[in-house]
């Protein structure tokens, strides 16, 4: 595709943009801000890959997935503001999914030990990850929030912080799960996803393109089990205070 | 000997700042319990006694003074102990989810112990619930029938001081009378001090030997039952027993 030919879609976004005005959205800046910015981002990254695809140096693929598990966690933690901590704990989960992930992709011969697929499939699984994280630590406020009463009889009636939270965390990891199963159910039937849709658009043959499909959508559904159940371990004992009386919760669940 | 429970200068800060003249909710509250014995809370509502209660059981924290029980102060206890020693009954029973059975055995799974079956049941027999269906869902009871099986569960646990919140406040006449005896034959079976807030004058002259008013942002009042209906040492105190009186006569 030439960059020409790329310059085109703009036409999309300026129309989207006269819409915008002549119907008073208010959506202008917005549109041509977040137009800007992902065109950016996605051309460096582009770059980036370029370099690293050619140089074959291990340290630039570790550095790259810490930086994408550094935003990805940062990311997630803005759904719990005011939890102290919280952020290296999602980091920690996140990169703990991760590791077993190309443990096992690589390990089993799943997928060959290069740039070319460790990064997008790291991509894919960080960003997976990462919105499970993200509705982990929202949900888990506001399921603390809806049993308060609840934990308080079983803190009076003396049970640990892990007995009082269990309950809680239980539903808050299930809550965290809903969106990777279900679009596990209905892959393929309501929507390509991006992945398969991208290998078929570039040339490769459909079959192989759903046979990659099917290891995206296998260990997404892993990986969001992972970091939600890792994070619950680690984070549970965060809406307790040291006397195990429940800690306010701070306003603001976004 | 250690008393049971000893209260030094007890005080909590008042979240409402502005409204009030004092910094606290209420301050300067001491008490010594040497025996088990059945004390009434009472005072005007707002004065803290849920607090207090809360307090007592380390659901809150005290903002200054100190608590001890047997003899050690709540800072070198491990709170989840504490909390099995002192138990505190809320005036809102919350039921967990899950059966009606589950609530009753919740002490015993969450300590590893078993379940006593006879003593549910000869406790849910006490409070006149024989006849309810244990493996209904806790859910569907009704209000007075929520209460009594908090209380029962409580019970279960077999805590060594009992903060009960208004533990009959939803309850009918003969209902609360039941759960009044059966914790009555409760203590005298079991030694268990009780500490028990009630807004009802007669309640707390049937049920308890000793007397805490709370008023002022204090407790202004420790005496023996019988004292305190009969003269009341405050002008507040006369005031409430008075108001009170007058209540029930209508
Ligand atoms: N630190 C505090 N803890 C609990 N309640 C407080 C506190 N400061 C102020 N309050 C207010 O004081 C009142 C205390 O009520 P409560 O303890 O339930 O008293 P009572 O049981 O005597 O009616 C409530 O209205 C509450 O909003
Ligand atoms: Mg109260």
Same mark, same amino acid.
């Given at each position: 595709?030439?960059?020409?030919?790329?310059?085109?879609?703009?036409?999309?976004?300026?129309?989207?943009?006269?819409?915008?005005?002549?119907?008073?959205?208010?959506?202008?800046?917005?549109?041509?801000?977040?137009?800007?910015?992902?065109?950016?981002?996605?051309?460096?990254?582009?770059?980036?890959?370029?370099?690293?695809?050619?140089?074959?140096?291990?340290?630039?693929?570790?550095?790259?997935?810490?930086?994408?598990?550094?935003?990805?966690?940062?990311?997630?933690?803005?759904?719990?503001?005011?939890?102290?901590?919280?952020?290296?704990?999602?980091?920690?989960?996140?990169?703990?999914?991760?590791?077993?992930?190309?443990?096992?992709?690589?390990?089993?011969?799943?997928?060959?030990?290069?740039?070319?697929?460790?990064?997008?499939?790291?991509?894919?699984?960080?960003?997976?990850?990462?919105?499970?994280?993200?509705?982990?630590?929202?949900?888990?406020?506001?399921?603390?929030?809806?049993?308060?009463?609840?934990?308080?009889?079983?803190?009076?009636?003396?049970?640990?912080?892990?007995?009082?939270?269990?309950?809680?965390?239980?539903?808050?990891?299930?809550?965290?799960?809903?969106?990777?199963?279900?679009?596990?159910?209905?892959?393929?039937?309501?929507?390509?996803?991006?992945?398969?849709?991208?290998?078929?658009?570039?040339?490769?043959?459909?079959?192989?393109?759903?046979?990659?499909?099917?290891?995206?959508?296998?260990?997404?559904?892993?990986?969001?089990?992972?970091?939600?159940?890792?994070?619950?371990?680690?984070?549970?004992?965060?809406?307790?205070?040291?006397?195990?009386?429940?800690?306010?919760?701070?306003?603001?669940?976004? | 000997?250690?008393?049971?429970?000893?209260?030094?200068?007890?005080?909590?800060?008042?979240?409402?700042?502005?409204?009030?003249?004092?910094?606290?909710?209420?301050?300067?509250?001491?008490?010594?319990?040497?025996?088990?014995?059945?004390?009434?809370?009472?005072?005007?509502?707002?004065?803290?006694?849920?607090?207090?209660?809360?307090?007592?059981?380390?659901?809150?924290?005290?903002?200054?003074?100190?608590?001890?029980?047997?003899?050690?102060?709540?800072?070198?206890?491990?709170?989840?102990?504490?909390?099995?020693?002192?138990?505190?009954?809320?005036?809102? /029973? %919350?039921? *967990?989810?899950?059966? #009606?059975?589950?609530? !009753?055995?919740?002490? +015993?799974?969450?300590?590893? &112990?078993?379940?006593?079956?006879?003593?549910?049941?000869?406790?849910?027999?006490?409070?006149?619930?024989?006849?309810?269906?244990?493996?209904?869902?806790?859910?569907?009871?009704?209000?007075?029938?929520?209460?009594?099986?908090?209380?029962?569960?409580?019970?279960?646990?077999?805590? /060594? %001081?009992? *903060?009960?919140?208004? #533990?009959?406040?939803? !309850?009918?006449?003969? +209902?609360?009378?039941?759960? &009044?005896?059966?914790?009555?034959?409760?203590?005298?079976?079991?030694?268990?001090?009780?500490?028990?807030?009630?807004?009802?004058?007669?309640?707390?002259?049937?049920?308890?030997?000793?007397?805490?008013?709370?008023?002022?942002?204090?407790?202004?009042?420790?005496?023996?039952?019988?004292?305190?209906?009969?003269?009341?040492?405050?002008?507040?105190?006369?005031?409430?027993?008075?108001?009170?009186?007058? &209540?029930?006569?209508?």
């Amino acid at each position: 595709m030439t960059l020409l030919a790329l310059s085109f879609t703009l036409l999309f976004v300026i129309a989207t943009m006269l819409i915008s005005v002549w119907q008073k959205l208010g959506l202008e800046k917005e549109i041509a801000t977040g137009t800007i910015r992902s065109a950016i981002q996605l051309l460096a990254i582009g770059y980036v890959l370029q370099y690293i695809f050619r140089t074959e140096h291990v340290i630039y693929l570790v550095m790259i997935i810490s930086v994408m598990i550094g935003v990805a966690a940062w990311n997630a933690a803005r759904r719990a503001p005011g939890m102290r901590g919280i952020v290296w704990r999602i980091a920690l989960s996140i990169l703990t999914t991760e590791l077993l992930m190309m443990g096992m992709l690589l390990g089993l011969n799943i997928i060959e030990p290069t740039p070319q697929y460790i990064i997008p499939l790291s991509g894919m699984t960080i960003g997976n990850a990462m919105v499970v994280a993200g509705l982990y630590v929202n949900q888990m406020r506001r399921e603390v929030q809806s049993s308060k009463g609840e934990i308080e009889v079983l803190l009076s009636l003396g049970a640990t912080a892990s007995q009082a939270m269990q309950d809680v965390r239980k539903r808050a990891v299930k809550f965290s799960m809903i969106p990777t199963i279900d679009s596990m159910k209905t892959v393929g039937l309501v929507q390509l996803p991006g992945m398969m849709t991208g290998m078929i658009v570039a040339g490769a043959d459909p079959v192989e393109a759903v046979r990659y499909q099917i290891l995206i959508v296998f260990s997404f559904t892993g990986s969001a089990a992972i970091t939600s159940m890792l994070l619950s371990i680690l984070s549970y004992r965060l809406m307790l205070t040291k006397e195990l009386q429940l800690r306010p919760i701070p306003e603001g669940t976004r | 000997m250690a008393a049971i429970l000893e209260i030094q200068r007890l005080a909590k800060h008042s979240w409402n700042q502005d409204n009030r003249e004092s910094p606290y909710l209420f301050e300067e509250v001491s008490a010594v319990i040497q025996q088990p014995e059945c004390i009434s809370v009472i005072g005007p509502s707002g004065q803290g006694k849920s607090t207090l209660l809360r307090t007592l059981a380390l659901l809150d924290m005290p903002d200054q003074g100190d608590i001890s029980y047997a003899g050690i102060s709540y800072r070198e206890k491990d709170p989840r102990l504490w909390r099995k020693e002192i138990c505190y009954v809320a005036q809102q /029973a %919350v039921m *967990l989810p899950g059966s #009606v059975e589950d609530n !009753l055995g919740t002490a +015993s799974r969450l300590h590893g &112990e078993v379940y006593d079956v006879q003593l549910a049941e000869q406790l849910l027999e006490e409070t006149l619930l024989a006849g309810l269906d244990r493996k209904k869902n806790a859910s569907e009871l009704s209000g007075g029938e929520k209460q009594r099986i908090a209380l029962i569960r409580s019970l279960l646990l077999r805590p /060594a %001081v009992l *903060l009960l919140d208004e #533990v009959t406040a939803s !309850l009918d006449n003969i +209902s609360a009378r039941a759960v &009044e005896h059966m914790l009555q034959q409760w203590q005298a079976r079991e030694g268990t001090t009780m500490i028990w807030v009630t807004h009802d004058l007669e309640q707390a002259a049937r049920t308890s030997s000793r007397t805490w008013f709370m008023s002022g942002g204090t407790l202004l009042e420790d005496q023996q039952t019988i004292d305190f209906f009969r003269r009341p040492a405050t002008e507040a105190g006369r005031q409430f027993v008075r108001f009170l009186a007058s &209540e029930a006569a209508l």
